[in-house]
């Protein structure tokens, strides 16, 4: 590590030090080892540095991490004084730290939206299926984003407890509006397509409405006649007014555009 980094990041006023540690993370993409260590000390000596640029250099903590940012990170996940636990959370997910699951369960309840937050975007990164239990409730929190966040995770960490818990929403609708739901469902294709095919036939169109976008979402070419379907001649029309032949259309398209872009990422 050379000294005179470091200096950088602790001299000046913060615009300063902020503005030193950009020009830091560039020179560590272009491959400089000895500011990836000025970096990694940051975070192994987090309590000496301004909370800005801890949480500044954890965005792009996968550019410069590695295994001995472990014990800092865990540190400072429940860290409650210098406050950056969200950052934390962030960290410990790029860098894949498992053993940092009990610390982000405990984050759940934090007071913090941002922390919470973070917490399951790790949990789902992570993909440890014994923290379902945990995330299942938050489907239910009356934070929009809270739940979107925690459909995300369970889509991620999958399993059979996750799509149990996922189903039960998708069918017994506590909230009008669960386009994240049925984005999380799609995670589980193919072998949740024949359920949403099933569903998309239900004499409720808000059910049927659903199936289409979650169908759409699997790029799936087995949803294709449904979907077509559903757009010919469907004119069931949901709570909030939606239309079931429009959600058809609008998952038909998104399905056509999953399949280009993963064609393009092939050839």
Same mark, same amino acid.
């Given at each position: 590590?050379?000294?005179?980094?470091?200096r950088l990041l602790k001299d000046g006023?913060?615009?300063?030090?902020?503005?030193?540690?950009?020009?830091?993370?560039?020179?560590?993409?272009? *491959? +400089?080892? &000895? !500011?990836?260590?000025? $970096?990694?000390? %940051?975070? /192994? =000596?987090?309590?000496?540095?301004? @909370?800005?640029?801890?949480?500044?250099?954890?965005?792009?903590?996968?550019?410069?991490?590695?295994?001995?940012?472990?014990?800092?990170?865990?540190?400072?996940?429940?860290?409650?004084?210098?406050?950056?636990?969200?950052?934390?959370?962030?960290?410990?997910?790029?860098?894949?730290?498992?053993?940092?699951?009990?610390?982000?369960?405990?984050?759940?309840?934090?007071?913090?939206?941002?922390?919470?937050?973070?917490?399951?975007?790790?949990?789902?990164?992570? *993909? +440890?299926? &014994? !923290?379902?239990?945990? $995330?299942?409730? %938050?489907? /239910? =929190?009356?934070?929009?984003?809270? @739940?979107?966040?925690?459909?995300?995770?369970?889509?991620?960490?999958?399993?059979?407890?996750?799509?149990?818990?996922?189903?039960?929403?998708?069918?017994?609708?506590?909230?009008?509006?669960?386009?994240?739901?049925?984005?999380?469902?799609?995670?589980?294709?193919?072998?949740?397509?024949?359920?949403?095919?099933?569903?998309?036939?239900?004499e409720d169109p808000d059910q049927r409405?659903?199936?289409?976008?979650?169908?759409?979402?699997?790029?799936?070419?087995?949803?294709?006649?449904?979907?077509?379907?559903?757009?010919?001649?469907?004119?069931?029309?949901?709570?909030?007014?939606?239309?079931?032949?429009?959600?058809?259309?609008?998952?038909?398209?998104?399905?056509?555009?999953?399949?280009?872009?993963?064609?393009?990422?092939?050839?």
């Amino acid at each position: 590590m050379n000294p005179a980094d470091a200096r950088l990041l602790k001299d000046g006023d913060l615009d300063t030090r902020e503005e030193n540690l950009r020009q830091l993370l560039l020179r560590t993409e272009k *491959g +400089d080892a &000895s !500011v990836a260590e000025t $970096l990694r000390a %940051l975070v /192994r =000596d987090y309590p000496d540095y301004h @909370r800005s640029l801890y949480s500044r250099a954890l965005n792009r903590a996968g550019l410069f991490g590695d295994d001995t940012l472990r014990e800092p990170l865990l540190a400072s996940l429940a860290d409650t004084r210098y406050n950056c636990q969200a950052w934390a959370a962030m960290g410990c997910a790029a860098l894949g730290f498992h053993d940092a699951v009990p610390g982000l369960v405990a984050m759940l309840d934090h007071p913090q939206d941002i922390a919470r937050d973070q917490a399951i975007i790790a949990l789902g990164v992570l *993909g +440890d299926e &014994s !923290v379902v239990p945990a $995330l299942v409730p %938050l489907l /239910r =929190d009356s934070n929009s984003g809270m @739940r979107e966040r925690a459909a995300e995770a369970l889509g991620m960490i999958g399993g059979d407890a996750a799509l149990a818990a996922l189903w039960d929403e998708f069918e017994n609708r506590r909230y009008y509006r669960i386009g994240y739901i049925a984005s999380a469902l799609s995670e589980f294709a193919p072998e949740i397509i024949p359920r949403l095919i099933e569903a998309a036939a239900s004499e409720d169109p808000d059910q049927r409405y659903w199936a289409a976008v979650a169908l759409g979402s699997t790029g799936d070419d087995r949803a294709v006649p449904t979907l077509e379907r559903l757009m010919a001649s469907d004119r069931g029309s949901t709570v909030f007014d939606g239309m079931v032949s429009v959600a058809a259309k609008k998952g038909l398209r998104t399905l056509r555009r999953i399949q280009a872009a993963i064609a393009a990422r092939e050839s």
